[in-house]
Structures are given as structure tokens and as C-alpha cells.
């Protein structure tokens, strides 16, 4: 189960998504790290940790009602920040995208940080 809501009281502003694409994303991390080139041949590298706020969760599903699609474009009209309860965790950041395309359901949440 994915949730996702406002920051402030809105009655109309959470979604809960029971029923999701088990390909979602919202699992998937990265460090930061680089990696340079040396003159003898080797590399260098960098390893500045990882932060939740390099992650992207990409979230599908199919069985969202026509009511439940209106209110997702609603909060991404009008809202620049947005709580997403995962089984992971609850996360603050934007909704990027939202795509609605067949039944289906795409959205793009960028995470600014990790509340719990």
C-alpha cells in the first residue's frame, strides 16, 4: 500500500493506492560517488554517502477510479510539496509527473528527504 497526502489539512488531499504495478519503484537507491580517470592508469573514487534525496519513486497502478485519478491532478496542480507513505518509510519531495494513459496511472515522486 502506497499513501500519498498533503502537508497541510486538506480534506481532499490524500490518496491511498491499495493496489499497485509490482514493477513500482520505490525501492531502487544510488551513492554518491564518482569516479576519475589517473595518469597510471588507475581511478580515483569519490564516495560522498548515499541520500534519500537522489531518489526517484516511480509508481504505477491500474486500478485507481476516475475520482482518485482527478485528486492526484489536483495535488500535483497545486501542491509543491507532498508526503508518500511507502512500506519503506514516509518521504517528503514534489510530485514531478503524472501520466494517465489506458487506465494506467504513472507518477514521479521526487523525495527532498526521509521523515521516518
Do not use: Q, W
Amino acid at each position: 500500500m502506497i499513501a500519498i497526502a498533503t502537508p497541510t489539512f486538506d480534506l481532499s488531499g490524500s490518496l491511498v493506492i491499495r493496489y499497485y504495478d509490482p514493477s513500482t519503484d520505490v525501492k531502487s537507491r544510488s551513492r554518491r560517488v564518482s569516479r576519475t580517470a589517473t595518469l597510471d592508469g588507475g581511478c580515483v573514487i569519490e564516495d560522498n554517502g548515499l541520500s534519500h534525496s537522489d531518489r526517484t519513486l516511480r509508481i504505477t497502478s491500474k486500478g485507481l477510479s476516475s475520482l482518485e485519478v482527478e485528486n492526484l491532478e489536483r495535488l500535483i496542480e497545486f501542491y509543491s510539496e507532498l508526503y508518500v507513505s511507502t512500506p519503506e518509510g514516509v518521504f517528503a519531495g514534489v510530485m514531478e509527473n503524472l501520466a494517465y494513459k489506458k487506465g494506467e496511472v504513472t507518477v514521479s515522486f521526487l523525495v527532498e528527504r526521509k521523515i521516518t
